[in-house]
């Protein structure tokens, strides 16, 4: 089992940049991949990234394949959103999230074993 606790939302302008950070508890974290999720007021949950236990791998949704990138260090049992070029349409909540490595990777919401509690992220026009 993993908890997850996400950091690092915040307000920026337009165009600004955020990090967030998602801290994992337990020994086993390479042993699950992690992505992001956000979530807008009145909207559903959507993908945003993905990265595999090992870190070779990353997906990236359309609408922030360039701006944002996603990593991690399994060393400090960590995962990473650098988020730059900001815009009024990413604010949401965002939120990390875990899912077995023998499981595959996956955009589905659904298909992820745990959850952070969310980060808001709200950027200004």
């Known amino acids: 089992q993993v908890q997850l606790v996400e950091s690092g939302g915040g307000l920026v302008q337009a165009g600004g940049s955020l990090r967030l950070l998602c801290a994992a508890s337990?020994?086993?974290?390479?042993?699950?991949?992690m992505g992001w999720f956000r979530q807008a007021p009145g909207k559903e949950r959507e993908f945003v990234a993905v990265i595999s236990w090992s870190g070779d791998n990353t997906y990236y949704a359309d609408s922030v394949k360039g701006r944002f990138t996603i990593s991690r260090d399994n060393a400090k049992n960590t995962v990473d959103l650098q988020m730059n070029s900001l815009k009024p349409e990413d604010t949401a909540v965002y939120y990390c999230?875990?899912?077995?490595?023998?499981?595959?990777?996956?955009?589905?919401?659904?298909?992820?074993?745990?959850w952070g509690q969310g980060t808001q992220v709200t950027i200004s026009s």
């Open positions: 337990g020994r086993t974290f390479s042993t699950y991949n």
């Open positions: 999230a875990a899912r077995s490595r023998n499981s595959g990777i996956t955009y589905n919401e659904r298909a992820y074993d745990y």
